[in-house]
């Protein structure tokens, strides 16, 4: 049971440039998130999905797109790569949307440069 | 929207002494706060957790407590041991909003030998 996975661990892009974040959970989870954390700032939320097949924008939605592929795989697309998105990203799982625990995935540490 | 905020930022205590950690959220639907510890270079991963039929809960030397009137609940470490060093996250989750756990800043706890 691996819980939830994210690939890559680290990645370097230059701006403008796209690239997919995957993320996948064995738990049978229902609800899935990305959230992206800054020095100082906690854990932002990105986008994140209720449901198989719904997804809906989170605090800070702006130049990312999301997939929910199936129940076990959520991922995030960067379009066109900015600085300001340098960040490390979590993914996280829960069973229900409202009022569970969340598991996160070891992060993807990502460099714009 | 809800809004949480947590102090101290950094928090350095001695081995063996308390840690308190206090938050506040600003919507009174909130109904769940966890906890979440975050090791260097680590996953967030939770603690403990508390929900707003409860005011105080407890797991061996961490205890939260929540006052539901002032809006703020608070996580104490007793007997603090090195493996406490870590950042530390409170969230709120209202009701109200389909999925939005709102989480803190963050306190860098640090311990003393």
């Known amino acids: 049971n691996a819980g939830v996975t994210q690939t890559p661990k680290f990645q370097v892009l230059k701006t403008g440039q796209s690239m997919t974040l995957q993320c996948a959970q064995d738990m049978n989870h229902n609800s899935m998130y990305w959230y992206r954390q800054d020095p100082g700032m906690g854990l932002r939320l990105i986008y994140y999905s209720a449901s198989e097949g719904t997804t809906d924008k989170g605090e800070v939605p702006n130049g990312y797109n999301v997939s929910r592929l199936n129940k076990r795989e959520f991922s995030l697309r960067l379009e066109s790569a900015a600085p300001s998105q340098t960040s490390v990203y979590f993914c996280?799982?829960?069973?229900?949307?409202?009022?569970?625990?969340?598991?996160f995935g070891p992060g993807t540490r990502l460099t714009v440069l | 929207g809800e809004n949480v905020e947590q102090h101290p930022s950094t928090l350095s205590v001695q081995e063996g002494d308390s840690a308190v950690i206090k938050c506040t959220y600003s919507?009174?639907?909130?109904?769940?706060f966890p906890w979440y510890k975050q090791e260097l270079g680590k996953r967030p991963q939770l603690i403990i957790d508390?929900?707003?039929?409860?005011g105080e809960k407890k797991d061996q030397r961490i205890a939260v407590t929540l006052n539901k009137t002032a809006k703020h609940f608070s996580l104490h470490i007793t007997e603090t041991q090195p493996e406490d060093s870590a950042v530390y996250f409170c969230?709120?989750?209202?009701?109200?909003?389909?999925?939005?756990?709102?989480f803190g800043s963050g306190t860098r706890l640090s311990i003393r030998p």
């Open positions: 969230a709120a989750t209202p009701y109200s909003s389909a999925s939005k756990i709102i």
């Open positions: 508390i929900r707003s039929n409860v």
């Open positions: 919507d009174s639907a909130s109904n769940y």
């Open positions: 996280a799982s829960s069973e229900a949307l409202r009022g569970d625990t969340q598991y």
